[in-house]
């Protein structure tokens, strides 16, 4: 029963997150792509191939959870630590949702480094799998989104000639 519980909280994830990615990719797909006939990259070509890269994990993700539904057998009872591991997976998941599309809105008025920082940064601590313990467990991610951010920025701007947002602080 609680098996069957869990993959249906993750086909309802998968709903959400396929609504997100539709409408990523529909914002994705009205930048500009580049020149006809060209082979340089627009500032499209990025954000259109990380919105299908999200549709592919999410239909991954949907089958996966289709296929855990097929398999829940109908007697069995989850132990406490698999009820919470599926809640743990919703929360994780719904909050990586909302994450993304604060990222989104905040990428234009905030500017790219400064928004990309702290979205890996936030990330980055969801998905270590333990709860924070001191003061070097927010210094690493935080030191992971600023040479991300600054790295990808570069790659961007000084090898595709594609200029990013600057935001707030002109960075």
């Given at each position: 029963?609680e098996?069957?519980r869990?993959?249906?909280g993750?086909l309802?994830?998968?709903?959400l997150l396929?609504?997100?990615?539709v409408?990523?990719l529909?914002?994705?797909l009205?930048?500009?792509?580049?020149?006809?006939?060209?082979t340089?990259?627009?500032?499209?070509t990025y954000?259109?191939?990380v919105?299908?890269?999200l549709?592919a994990?999410?239909l991954?993700m949907?089958?996966?959870?289709?296929l855990?539904l097929?398999?829940?057998?109908p007697?069995r009872?989850?132990?406490?630590r698999?009820?919470?591991?599926?809640?743990r997976?919703?929360?994780?998941?719904?909050?990586s949702v909302?994450?993304t599309?604060?990222?989104?809105?905040?990428?234009e008025?905030?500017?790219?480094?400064?928004?990309?920082?702290?979205?890996?940064a936030?990330?980055?601590?969801?998905?270590?799998?333990r709860k924070?313990?001191?003061a070097?467990?927010?210094?690493?991610?935080l030191?992971?989104?600023?040479?991300?951010s600054f790295a990808?920025?570069?790659?961007?701007v000084?090898l595709l000639?594609v200029?990013?947002p600057l935001g707030l602080f002109g960075?």
């Amino acid at each position: 029963m609680e098996n069957k519980r869990q993959a249906l909280g993750g086909l309802i994830a998968c709903g959400l997150l396929a609504v997100v990615t539709v409408g990523y990719l529909v914002m994705a797909l009205g930048l500009p792509s580049g020149p006809e006939n060209s082979t340089d990259l627009g500032a499209g070509t990025y954000p259109v191939w990380v919105g299908i890269l999200l549709a592919a994990l999410t239909l991954t993700m949907a089958v996966q959870s289709i296929l855990q539904l097929k398999r829940a057998a109908p007697g069995r009872v989850a132990t406490k630590r698999q009820s919470s591991d599926g809640r743990r997976t919703l929360v994780t998941l719904v909050g990586s949702v909302l994450l993304t599309a604060a990222y989104v809105a905040a990428f234009e008025p905030v500017g790219f480094i400064i928004a990309t920082t702290l979205y890996l940064a936030v990330f980055a601590m969801i998905f270590r799998g333990r709860k924070p313990a001191g003061a070097r467990d927010f210094l690493m991610p935080l030191v992971f989104g600023i040479v991300t951010s600054f790295a990808l920025n570069a790659l961007f701007v000084y090898l595709l000639g594609v200029l990013l947002p600057l935001g707030l602080f002109g960075f």
